[in-house]
């Protein structure tokens, strides 16, 4: 909370020129709020800058080259400047610092089985499958992915990546959850920054 404080302080001009960048980018709300679930499940409002024309229908996943995707929010995904505004939700304590990905209700309920306790932890604002797998759906094998011919089916989109993607994200976030000491948080912290100043993923395991 300390820290979600201090951040929402020192880079509230960051946040005033991205805000500005949104809303004349394209008609419709400065901030993007979805439900999504945090520890034990429970429903809450997620905060994000907008990225997306609004009125446009499509999956819950965003594959990349989605056309749902104004010109700023484009760069706003690569940076994860979009995703500022959740230092809010840190502060609420609906998340915390480093964790899985929130998710929404309706991709949870079509979680693997043995992957459905990762639902029960704490989301965060990073984490190691944020660092190594980006939050877009990017992988050359996905429906709608960098070899795709066709735009992806919502559905099939929706299904890879539930039943390819998270199980690798599990994966990834386990590395974490396994030991979440302040040294493991600070360490993915850090490698966040680094990643998203350099573009380089990290080259060591990030449990430490």
Known sequence: MVVSVLGLVVLAPVLVVVAVAVRVSSPGPVIFRQVRLT??????TLYKFRTMRVGTDGPEVTARGDPRVTGPGRLL???????????VNVLLGQMTLVGPRPETPALAERYPTDLTW????TPGL??????????????????????????????AL????V???VPRRVAADLTFLRRPTLWATLRVVWWTVRYLATGRPPQTRLDG
Do not use: H, K, M, N
């Open 39 to 44: 520890r034990g499940r429970e429903p809450f």
């Open 77 to 87: 995904r690569r940076t994860s400047l979009d995703e500022l505004p959740q230092l």
């Open 118 to 121: 990762v639902l029960d932890e």
């Open 126 to 155: 990073t984490g190691p499958a944020q660092i190594s797998l980006r939050d877009d759906v990017s992988v050359v094998d996905a429906p709608g992915g960098p070899t795709a011919s066709a735009a992806p089916d919502p559905d």
């Open 158 to 161: 929706e299904r890879w990546y």
């Open 163 to 165: 039943e390819r993607l």
